[in-house]
């Protein structure tokens, strides 16, 4: 499940970080991984904090250059290239405004596909919750409700 992230980021990661001089060419297996872990690490925020019907309607209406939780994984990205690999600021955030959403956008449309059934919503998130519950029922509860 996580190496499918793996993948779609890395699928994502052109300029912005496989032919970013400012990425070092040995960091830059490390730097998707970070940018995986950033998203699920917001998406596993937004559940512990009881949020999980906000993060359903985001993968069902996902104005994704709007949304908070955009917001969130490109900041907490943007903070791991400065704080990890010394990457100022403000090229921090560039390199992650460029990458996120559209892996954002990418993943919204993979757990959607019919043909994806092991990386549906449900499965996505019961898999950054550790499976210590299925939350297909509450998650597709939650998907009709929208």
Do not use: C, H, W
């Amino acid at each position: 499940m996580f190496e499918k992230l793996f993948l779609l980021v890395k699928n994502n990661a052109g300029k912005a970080v496989m032919e970013n001089p400012e990425i070092r060419e040995k960091d830059r297996e490390a730097v998707i991984n970070d940018a995986s872990s950033s998203i699920i690490e917001v998406f596993k925020g937004q559940m512990e904090s009881g949020k999980l019907k906000d993060l359903v309607k985001y993968f069902q209406f996902p104005e994704i250059y709007k949304s908070p939780l955009t917001t969130s994984v490109v900041n907490k990205f943007a903070n791991k290239l400065n704080r990890f690999y010394n990457i100022d600021p403000a090229s921090a955030l560039n390199i992650s405004k460029s990458l996120i959403p559209p892996v954002m956008l990418d993943l919204i449309e993979q757990t959607k596909g019919e043909k994806n059934k092991e990386f549906t919503l449900s499965s996505f998130l019961s898999k950054i919750n550790g499976n210590r519950a299925d939350l297909s029922i509450i998650v597709n509860r939650l998907m009709l409700a929208s």
